[in-house]
């Protein structure tokens, strides 16, 4: 009986699972933010490119 009792409380003392938690938590809030600014520079790049092509076209129609 004492062996489980110490193998609780060392599960209680360890900080390995919380620790494991944060950096979880850490790595997920930061593929959010690189997504998000992956995105958003892929319309602004799209944007950019819309608008030559735009000015190509019609650069060459005249």
Partial sequence: ???LAKKVQRFLVSEDGPTAVEYAV????IVIVCL???SS???N???T??????SLAS???S
């Fill in 1 to 3: 009986m004492s062996l």
């Fill in 49 to 54: 490119f819309s608008s030559v092509a735009g």
């Fill in 59 to 61: 650069g060459s129609a």
């Fill in 45 to 47: 790049a799209k944007n």
């Fill in 41 to 43: 520079i892929g319309t």
């Fill in 26 to 29: 850490m790595l997920a809030l």
């Fill in 36 to 38: 998000t600014a992956i």
